[in-house]
Every structure is written in structure tokens, then in C-alpha cells.
């Protein structure tokens, strides 16, 4: 399996590489490797349906619980056969449908990439393994939506579905983190053998919240389902492939995975359900008054999405075959239905359904497709739809809790999803046509292939579903209710309740149809009402949350970063002064161990002098007389040096003050007057800010007074600097001996200053 | 007397601290002085006062503990020399920053590019 994903990794990079000539037949010869892929899955179907799945184990990160864990159990397996047989005919039909645009490496890169990080979803059996897979196909998404990059609908369709889904896939993680922390494990088996005690723990319910929040936004369900309709901006082979098949399904897929661990409590068949019901409702009745030809089948596919989830929160063994069955069903003429409409959008320029119509004529043999694909959604026989529908309205009425009303709204849904697949063949295919178009029937083979070959299984499973049902059905259902169970599945079910359903809802929905095909002026009057009804439109809702959000940051940055450098000194002296204090405060009740005096009487004079320089410096109008009263001060500081038993410091003030005053001097003449630029309240209010900062300066002084320098170290240098280093005066020695390298430090940063000025005052004026 | 120059050593920090909030880069740049010379003084401060008897010492030398402390010495020491080196190189930025914009307002320095 891990040899499988390493393939399709390497392979996709590889795209990139191929020759020219080949490189024309990419599309195709991915869908070879698709096939492959699928013969390599289906080879394992009878070893896998005899309960023996195939395990992978490796260590990654034991200490953290973290191993490369890949699972190949009935479930995965439906799926993987799913993700590779769906995959191969869509690179088939990507092949001619991208032909006309540049940049195809790209998009079959990521493509590419993305059926392998789907592949790997499935097979993981470590939930951190599963959450990394589960993101890696979130990014890929982006840029498969973003494909026409140049239109900004597709940026921002793209941009939505990434910060849904990212938001989901946080929770997810978290909620993997609360669960995994009860049994103290990421590992699947661990999970399901740690059942019952992660029910019981307190943190199940924050848990299970956190990863159906991921589940939800992955899989489009209410309320986060808005971003499928909008990420039909994507091109057809992206929405037939990650839209409908696959990673829509990632989240109905984690749900059924988790369903032995999880599932089964009153929290899940109360919340799964519930937003399951609501999600299907919307579905099918936004799809019909839909115009345009992908978003219609977007709003179908939350429909799809929605019963997929209800099926598995309802968590019977009805429902759960139902669900896997259903699973393959929507797969089959979704996927082809994505297609058709790619191909009708490429060959008439529009997806409009009020534009389309009398295509019959032109395209017979996507007629033909198309027909029995909608015939399979709407539930008719002889097509695997029909199955389908059936073995839901038995699930749903045989559902425990609230059954009835789960069923009553399952079969509106139903009349609904009839509807709009009636209006669909009606107005696409039938009628008149509205424009003449001239096809050449041969380059049209690819596209016909990959969607032909779906709706064929549907048909074919339709008639004699026993195969799917004993291999793969049964296998997969096994799994999710840890449990060997046998599904039968049969065309006819006799005359029973669910048939007596079926066909009123055949009834109703042909009624309803028929209404809507006839007369526009319904159609046109129901969008009008929906407005009314529902006035929030989510996409809207959402964008404009996102501008107040950036607009709050935006406003709160430009407060923090306005630019004006005094205020940054401003803030950050506020700060540390403010801490000081803070700290001076809870350090109070210290004691002086000196005695006030101003003793020596020369150096009170000296400091007085050095004050009122100072003073003299901050006030004086005239730049010499600043810099001069500046020098004085440092000056002063030097004769303090000097008595306090600091001579080289003493030395060293003295020549630094001398060469910074005369740099000053050269400089001046140079540089303009000082400016008044501040007015009055603004130099009392830094006034009082500099106060602030400088008394608490002088108490963090009196206190340092009090604090022992490390005496060792210093110890250490006066008994060895005239033994070892040869020197009597133990400053020169700690500079130049002891800490040498210090000093190199230093003179290094000297020169490269040096440098640095060399380099400003001798660079030419630019041109202005 | 160590009371007295903590007194300086505050003096300093709000001279420096009021320079540092002006506009203008020159007394900018003498802001900067002031808070090195503060900061130095209060590290020379913090080791204690000895006055008269500098850390000289041959073989004979007993009494260390009564001289004065080396090491916050070295410290400041190197802090001078730091600091005459930034200065130089400030000064020498603000001559080219002059010469470049013609202004001496660091309210006008918002932008990264020139205005024209």
C-alpha cells in the first residue's frame, strides 16, 4: 500500500519530466496508471471479503503514538476502488478537456497528487496519519479550484472552501487530540477496543463536536454547505472527481470509519442525523430552481451528501448498507453528470440552463449517458438509483427515535431530486433546439468514455447487483458495524410499503415537473419567493464576515503600527517603566545599607555641574552649545571615574567623549538649526513619561547597590592576573587577556562602524 | 554618595528619554548618549565605590577584597567603546539621511521610498 502511494507521488512529480511527445498523452497515460491502481485494488476484493485485511505498521514516532499505520479493510477498500476507478475515467476525460488550456502540467500534477493523498485518507489507520492526508487533500483542492486563477471568482470560490475546510480540519484535530488523550492512543484499533471508555469519558462530547465539525465542512453539510456550489468554478474534472466522488466523501468516509468507536450513543444518532436531515432538505430544494447546469448538480450532491451522512447517524444495519450502496450509486452518475455538463459547457459555450436546450440532436451519445445517469438519480429502474432509493426508504422508516419525520422529509427530498432530474433531461436534451451546433463526432470519443463506462456499471449493477453487494457492499458494511454482515440486494422487492412510496413519489415528482418544465413563469416566481423567504445568502455571509475581520485587523494594526517612531519609544519606555515599578512595588521593604550624605563636598559639586549641563543640553536652542554641555557631561562622568578607583574607564570616557564631539563638530555645519517641532503638551506629557522611567532608574540603581557582583569571577582575575598573565593592572588584563576574544568582539564592531562610515560620507549624492 | 549618583544615574534616564521622544534625529542621536552614559554609570554604580585604590596588583598584593571590583569595569570598559562606535556611525547615517531628504523630522521618515 505505502509502495502504492510512493508510486502516484513520485509519478505526479514526474509529469513535469516527460518528454514533450509524451507528454501530450499525460492525461491518458495517468488514467492507465488510475486503471492499474484499480486492478491492484480489486485483485485484494475476495482476499479482503474474507475479513482479512491487509495491515501496514511502521514506527514514526512511537514516544508520541504517532506510526505510519495504512488499514486495506472492507471499508477502505470500497472507497480505494472508488478513488481509482472514478480517477481513471476522469483523467481520461481531463485529457480532452483540458486540451485547449495552458498550464495542463500543473493541473495534472495536482490532480494527480490529489488521488493519491485520497488513496492514502483511506488506508490510514492513525488518526494523526489520516488528519495529515485529510488537509493534504484540502490544499490540493485549492489549487484545483483556483485552476482559472485569472477569473476572481475562481480565487475567491477557492479562497472559501479553503478557509472552510481548514477551520473544519482544526477541529478535526483537536477533537483527534480529546480522543486520542482518553485511550491514550491515535490508533484506530485502539479506538474501536476503546469504545466504551471513550463514551463514558467527559470528553467524548467536546470530542465528537470538534470532529464532526471537520466531517461537516469537509462534506458540505449545513451550514458550512455553501462552498460546494461556489467551487463550481472549478474546472469539470475537478468537480466530477473531488466534488462529487471523492473528497466530498473524505467526510462520510471518517464518519463511517469512526462509527464503531464513536457511534451508536444518543449524541450521535440525535446530532449526525439531525444535520444530515436538514442538509439533504436544502439540497434538493435549492437544486431546482437553480439555472446554472454544475451549480444544480452541486446542490444535488449536498443532497447526496446529506442522506449519506443521515444514513450513517441513523445506525442501523439497514442504514449503514443503504449508506455504503448509495455511496457507489451517487459516485457513478454524479461523476458522469459532471461530465456531460463539462462537456456541454465546452462545446456550447454555457452552463445556462435557459440558454441550453434540444441537445438531443446534436450529442445523441451524451444523451444517452446523461439520460440514464438522471435516471439513476431520480431513482427509476432499471438503473442502481432505484436500488438505492428503495433500500433508503426502508432504512428510513425502519429508522429508531424520530423515524417518521426523518422518513416524511426523505421523501420530499426524493420528489424534489425527481424534479430536477426531469427538468434537467427536459430542458437540456429535449425541446427545441436554441442554437445550431456543429460537433465533429470523432474527437469526441474521450469524452464520452470515462462517464459511458460509469453509467454502464450503474446499469449493469442495477440489473444484477449481487456482485457489488457480496464483494464489496458486504465487506465494507462489515466494517463500519464491526460486526460479518450480509446485505441482499435485489432489483425487485415485491409489492410492499417502500414500492407503494417509490411511486408516489414518482407521482408527485413528475407532477411537479411537469409544472416547472411547462409554465417558466412558476420557476421564475419561486426563485423570486425563495429570496424572500431565505434572505441570507451564505457565500455572502461569509465574505462579508471575512472583510470585518480583516477590516478589525487592518484598524487595529494601523493603531499599533502608525509609523511615527516617537510613539514606538514612546510605548516601549511606557512599558518598561511600567514593569519597573511593578517590580519595585512587589520588592518594597529593602533597606539601605549606605548612609544618605553628600560627602565628599567635590563631587556633590561635580554632579551638580554635570545635572545642570545636562539640563543645559535638553534645553538650550543652540546645537554647539547642546553638543558642547553634552561633552561637558560625559566629561563629568569621566572625573567620577577617576576618583571612584577607575582610571582606564576614566581614560576611556575622555577620548570617546572627544572623538564624538568632534564628529558632531564636523558634522553640524551640515545639518540645519533645530527645529521647533513639538508643541508644548507634547513635551510636558514626554516630560512626565522620561520622569516616570528615570526615578524608577534611580531606585533600580539604589538597589543595585545593595546586590553582590559574582565576587568569584572577579577574585579569580586579581589572583592570577600578575601570576599568569604577567599584568598589574587587572582591568587591562581582563580586556586584553582574559577575555581576549571579548575584545576582538568589540574591535571588530568598531571596524565594520568605521567602515560603515566610510562608506556614507564618502558614497555619491544620488540623483535627484 | 552612592545615593546621590543613583539621583544622576535617574537624571540621566529622563534627560536621554525626553531626547530620544523628540523629533528631531540630532537630539535623537544626543538621547542615545545620554542613556549609554547613564547605563554605564548605573553598572559602575551597582559594584560598589572604592575610592583610591584601583585594581593594580603585583605578587604581593593581599588585601583584593579592599580594591575595587575589575570586572564591572571591563563591562563599561567595552560599553564606551560600543557606544562611541554606534554613535559615529548614527551621525554619519543622519549627515546622508539629511543630504538624501533634506529634513530632520523623523515624522517625515514614514515612508520607505521617497515621495515624489
Known amino acids: 500500500m505505502l509502495n502504492l502511494l510512493i508510486i502516484y507521488f513520485l509519478l505526479a512529480v514526474g509529469i513535469f519530466l516527460l518528454p514533450k511527445s509524451i507528454k501530450l498523452q499525460k492525461g491518458v497515460l495517468i488514467a492507465v496508471v488510475h486503471l492499474a491502481a484499480f486492478i491492484w485494488f480489486a485483485s485484494k476484493i475476495q482476499f479482503i471479503s474474507a475479513e482479512k485485511p491487509i495491515i501496514l505498521f511502521a514506527h514514526w514516532i512511537p514516544e508520541l503514538g504517532l506510526n505510519i499505520e495504512f488499514l486495506l479493510d472492507g471499508l477502505s477498500l470500497a472507497f480505494a476502488l472508488l478513488v481509482s476507478g472514478i480517477g481513471a475515467s476522469v483523467f481520461l476525460y481531463a485529457h480532452s478537456y483540458m486540451k485547449s488550456y495552458d498550464y495542463t502540467d500543473k493541473f495534472f500534477f495536482f490532480l494527480f497528487l490529489f488521488s493519491g493523498a485520497m488513496l492514502g485518507l483511506v488506508m490510514s489507520s492513525n488518526l494523526i496519519q489520516l488528519f495529515i492526508f485529510w488537509e493534504f487533500t484540502t490544499v490540493l483542492s485549492f489549487f484545483l479550484i483556483s485552476f482559472f486563477h485569472e477569473k476572481e471568482v475562481a480565487r475567491k470560490a477557492a479562497f472559501q472552501s479553503l478557509v472552510i475546510t481548514f477551520f473544519g480540519g482544526l477541529g478535526l484535530l483537536a477533537g483527534i487530540l480529546l480522543i486520542g488523550s482518553v485511550v491514550d492512543s491515535y490508533s484506530l484499533n485502539d479506538w474501536i477496543a476503546g469504545s466504551e471508555k471513550i463514551k463514558e469519558s467527559s470528553l467524548y462530547l467536546p470530542g465528537l463536536l470538534l470532529i464532526l465539525l471537520g466531517v461537516f465542512t469537509k462534506s458540505a453539510q449545513f451550514p458550512f454547505h455553501f462552498w460546494l456550489p461556489e467551487a463550481m468554478q472549478a474546472p469539470a474534472p475537478v468537480s466530477a472527481y473531488l466534488h462529487s466522488a471523492t473528497m466530498v466523501k473524505a467526510g462520510v468516509f471518517l464518519l463511517a470509519r469512526l462509527s464503531p468507536a464513536l457511534g451508536g450513543t444518543a449524541e450521535w444518532t440525535f446530532i449526525v442525523p439531525l444535520f444530515g436531515v436538514i442538509t439533504m432538505l436544502i439540497g434538493s430544494y435549492f437544486a431546482i430552481t437553480q439555472t446554472d447546469l454544475k451549480i444544480i448538480l452541486a446542490y444535488t450532491t449536498i443532497n447526496a451528501l446529506g442522506i449519506l451522512v443521515l444514513l450513517i447517524g441513523i445506525d442501523t444495519r439497514l442504514s449503514i448498507k443503504a449508506a455504503v450502496l448509495f455511496l457507489f450509486i451517487h459516485a457513478f452518475y454524479k461523476a458522469s453528470l459532471f461530465m456531460v455538463a463539462g462537456f456541454i459547457e465546452k462545446k456550447t459555450g454555457t452552463r445556462d440552463l435557459n440558454e441550453l436546450g434540444g441537445l438531443k440532436k446534436s450529442f445523441p451519445i451524451t444523451f444517452g449517458i446523461a439520460l440514464l445517469a438522471l435516471l439513476s438519480m431520480a431513482g427509476l429502474p432499471p438503473m442502481l438509483g432505484f436500488l438505492g432509493k428503495e433500500l433508503i426508504y426502508e432504512a428510513k422508516v425502519q429508522s429508531p427515535g424520530f423515524g417518521s419525520l426523518i422518513f416524511i422529509f426523505g421523501v420530499i427530498s426524493n420528489i424534489f431530486m425527481f424534479a430536477v432530474s426531469m427538468r434537467l433531461i427536459f430542458k437540456v436534451f429535449l425541446g427545441k433546439p436554441k442554437n445550431s451546433y456543429n460537433v465533429s463526432k470523432i474527437k469526441n470519443v474521450m469524452f464520452v468514455l470515462g462517464p459511458g463506462l460509469l453509467v454502464l456499471l450503474s446499469l449493469i449493477f442495477g440489473i444484477s447487483p449481487n456482485f457489488l453487494g457480496k464483494w464489496i457492499i458486504d465487506p465494507a458494511m462489515s466494517v463500519i458495524y464491526a460486526e460479518p454482515v450480509k446485505a441482499e440486494l435485489k432489483l425487485w422487492h415485491g409489492f410492499n410499503l417502500v414500492l407503494f412510496l417509490s411511486l408516489a413519489t414518482v407521482a408527485a415528482g413528475a407532477l411537479l415537473s411537469y409544472i416547472l418544465i411547462k409554465k417558466d413563469w412558476i420557476e421564475e416566481k419561486w426563485r423570486k419567493i425563495n429570496k424572500i423567504i431565505f434572505p441570507v445568502r451564505f457565500p455572502e455571509v461569509f465574505s462579508y464576515a471575512l472583510e470585518k475581520f480583516v477590516a478589525i485587523s487592518v484598524s487595529k494594526t494601523k493603531v499599533m503600527q502608525h509609523g511615527y517612531h516617537r510613539y514606538y519609544i514612546l510605548t516601549i519606555i511606557l512599558f518598561t517603566a511600567a514593569l519597573l515599578w511593578l517590580q519595585l512595588y512587589f520588592t518594597r521593604g529593602w533597606h539601605l545599607e549606605t548612609s544618605i550624605t553628600f560627602q565628599p563636598f567635590y563631587i556633590s559639586g561635580l554632579v551638580l555641574i554635570i545635572v545642570l549641563a545636562t539640563l543645559f543640553t535638553v534645553l538650550t536652542r543652540s546645537r554647539i552649545a547642546a553638543i558642547i554641555a553634552m561633552g561637558v557631561t560625559g566629561y563629568g562622568l569621566s572625573l567620577i571615574f577617576l576618583y571612584y578607583s577607575a582610571v582606564d574607564l576614566a581614560i576611556t570616557q575622555i577620548l570617546a567623549e572627544t572623538l564624538m564631539v568632534v564628529m558632531f563638530m564636523l558634522i553640524l555645519q551640515r545639518l540645519p538649526v533645530f527645529a521647533r517641532l513639538s508643541a508644548k503638551a507634547t513635551k510636558i506629557r514626554d516630560l512626565i513619561v522620561a520622569s516616570i522611567f528615570g526615578s524608577a532608574m534611580t531606585l533600580v540603581a539604589i538597589k543595585a547597590i545593595n546586590v553582590d557582583f559574582n565576587n568569584p569571577i572577579s577574585e579569580y582575575f586579581m589572583a592570577n592576573s600578575y601570576d599568569k598573565a604577567f599584568g598589574k593592572n587587572v582591568v587591562n588584563v581582563i580586556l586584553v587577556d582574559f577575555r581576549a576574544l571579548d575584545t576582538l568582539g568589540e574591535v571588530t564592531v568598531l571596524v565594520v562602524a568605521a567602515l560603515g562610515v566610510s562608506v556614507l560620507l564618502n558614497s555619491k549624492k544620488p540623483k535627484t | ?116
Open chain 2, 1 to 116: 554618595m552612592e545615593v546621590v549618583l543613583a539621583i544622576l544615574v535617574g537624571i540621566l534616564y529622563t534627560a536621554g528619554v525626553y531626547m530620544l521622544l523628540r523629533r528631531s534625529i540630532l537630539k535623537f542621536i544626543i538621547g542615545i548618549i545620554f542613556m549609554g552614559n547613564a547605563t554605564n554609570l548605573l553598572v559602575f554604580l551597582s559594584a560598589g565605590l572604592i575610592h583610591g585604590s584601583p585594581a593594580f596588583v603585583d605578587g604581593t598584593t593581599t588585601n583584593s577584597a579592599q580594591l575595587a571590583d575589575p570586572l564591572p569595569q571591563a563591562l563599561v570598559l567595552t560599553a564606551i567603546v560600543i557606544g562611541l562606535g554606534m554613535v559615529v556611525f548614527i551621525l554619519a547615517l543622519k549627515y546622508k539621511f539629511f543630504e538624501v531628504t533634506g529634513t530632520d523630522d523623523l515624522d517625515q521618515l514614514k515612508q520607505t521610498d521617497s515621495q515624489k
